[in-house]
């Protein structure tokens, strides 16, 4: 069987060069572009993603989402939130 990266799909490392992920929410997977993220909050064991008008529960904690998260691109401001630094206005 070949490895994931064989197969070009991406490591389980950061989403540093990837435009999506893939979220697992309440009752499905989800492809979200990374751009689309506003920024993402914590809440028993779980975590809030907002994108725009969307809201989604996911199924991870958000010290785990944190790990898979490109620090380039979102920024852990607050132990509850985690922002796209692309939003935060000047």
């Known amino acids: 069987?070949?490895?994931a990266a064989a197969r070009g799909w991406p490591?389980?490392?950061r989403?540093?060069?990837?435009?999506?992920a893939i979220f697992r929410t309440e009752d499905r997977l989800d492809l979200?572009?990374?751009e689309s993220i506003d920024w993402?909050?914590?809440g028993n064991n779980c975590a809030k993603l907002h994108c725009g008008a969307r809201n989604d529960l996911l199924?991870?904690?958000l010290a785990r989402l944190e790990e898979r998260l490109d620090p380039d691109r979102f920024l852990h401001g607050h132990r509850c939130h985690i922002v796209n630094v692309?939003?935060?206005a000047a």
């Open 1 to 3: 069987m070949r490895s």
């Open 11 to 13: 490591d389980r490392g």
């Open 15 to 20: 989403l540093r060069a990837h435009w999506e």
């Open 32 to 34: 979200v572009p990374l």
């Open 40 to 42: 993402i909050e914590s």
């Open 59 to 61: 199924g991870e904690a």
């Open 86 to 88: 692309a939003g935060i």
